[in-house]
């Protein structure tokens, strides 16, 4: 059994391996620990060994861990699917939120933002490999959907976010992240200056650095595995955490 730091250890380390390897500065990659179904003892554990910043799916689940350490002073991001009921509770508590893959959803969260908390960080979400089962918009409609988020004044634009395919090969996890770097390009071109490339989870983050990441959301490597979600209930899906719909 690793201990927390053990496990920080080995992550750092492959964020420093991967970042020399792309020539980049291994500070230039955000490390969001993705915290869903993990108790808040092992949020706290990782906090006082310096992580800050937290990724959750649920938002009921965010709330209570929030609560919780309400006494640290943490970043919280959204990084699950977003139903149109929930945008309220998430504009009102959390930072950054990674996957918002519909303009009504931006104008939402813009909308219900608390002016005093200053403008939500968010990222669009992209499907890149138009897979059915997955949130995001597809590349096509990706230039009109930020062109129209980034009028919003309660949100800030800050990139791009993707969950692509599993895959093994290290060649074949990169195609997708590049496209997604190439797409942030293209709207950099057209005068969106936008800074956020959240891509690579436990299994894809090397590749996903190489391909220029600003921010990695990695559960597994970090906490150790995780309970299914579905283990107890009636109608678990193959791959719950990308999946589920509900809250
Ligand atoms: C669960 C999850 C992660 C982390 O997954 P691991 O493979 O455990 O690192 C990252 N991003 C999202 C959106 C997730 O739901």
Same mark, same amino acid.
């Given at each position: 059994?690793?201990?927390?730091?053990?496990?920080?250890?080995?992550?750092?380390?492959?964020?420093?391996?991967?970042? $020399?390897?792309?020539? @980049?500065? =291994?500070?230039? !990659?955000? #490390?969001?620990?993705?915290?869903?179904?993990? +108790?808040?003892? &092992?949020?706290?554990?990782?906090?006082?060994?310096?992580?800050?910043?937290?990724?959750?799916?649920?938002?009921?689940?965010?709330?209570?861990?929030?609560?919780?350490?309400?006494?640290?002073?943490?970043?919280?991001?959204?990084?699950?699917?977003?139903?149109?009921?929930?945008?309220?509770?998430?504009?009102?508590?959390?930072?950054?939120?990674?996957?918002?893959?519909?303009?009504?959803?931006?104008?939402?969260?813009?909308?219900? $933002?608390?002016?005093? @908390?200053? =403008?939500?960080? !968010?990222? #669009?979400?992209?499907?890149?490999?138009?897979? +059915?089962?997955? &949130?995001?918009?597809?590349?096509?409609?990706?230039?009109?959907?930020?062109?129209?988020?980034?009028?919003?004044?309660?949100?800030?634009?800050?990139?791009?976010?993707?969950?692509?395919?599993?895959?093994?090969?290290?060649?074949?996890?990169?195609?997708?992240?590049?496209?997604?770097?190439?797409?942030?390009?293209?709207?950099?071109?057209?005068?969106?200056?936008?800074?956020?490339?959240?891509?690579?989870?436990?299994?894809?983050?090397?590749?996903?650095?190489?391909?220029?990441?600003?921010?990695?959301?990695?559960?597994?490597?970090?906490?150790? +595995?995780?309970?299914?979600?579905?283990?107890?209930?009636?109608?678990?899906?193959?791959?719950?955490?990308?999946?589920?719909?509900?809250?």
């Amino acid at each position: 059994m690793q201990t927390a730091q053990q496990r920080l250890d080995k992550v750092l380390s492959s964020i420093h391996d991967a970042a $020399r390897r792309a020539g @980049r500065a =291994p500070h230039d !990659i955000r #490390l969001i620990g993705a915290s869903k179904a993990q +108790p808040v003892a &092992a949020i706290r554990e990782l906090a006082v060994l310096g992580i800050r910043d937290f990724g959750e799916n649920f938002v009921q689940e965010a709330l209570q861990k929030q609560a919780a350490l309400a006494d640290l002073d943490l970043v919280w991001h959204f990084i699950g699917r977003i139903q149109s009921n929930k945008t309220r509770e998430i504009a009102e508590c959390f930072d950054w939120v990674h996957s918002v893959d519909r303009i009504k959803i931006a104008r939402r969260l813009s909308q219900q $933002r608390p002016s005093d @908390r200053g =403008p939500l960080n !968010i990222c #669009l979400q992209v499907n890149i490999q138009h897979e +059915p089962s997955k &949130a995001g918009l597809h590349l096509e409609s990706l230039d009109e959907v930020a062109h129209a988020a980034r009028e919003l004044p309660g949100i800030q634009l800050r990139g791009l976010m993707a969950i692509p395919q599993p895959s093994d090969d290290l060649v074949t996890q990169r195609r997708p992240f590049a496209q997604l770097r190439a797409a942030l390009e293209k709207l950099h071109a057209q005068g969106l200056h936008l800074d956020t490339l959240s891509m690579g989870m436990t299994a894809d983050m090397d590749a996903a650095i190489l391909e220029g990441a600003t921010m990695i959301r990695i559960g597994t490597a970090l906490f150790g +595995p995780r309970e299914p979600r579905g283990a107890s209930r009636a109608n678990a899906a193959p791959h719950p955490w990308t999946n589920v719909p509900k809250d």
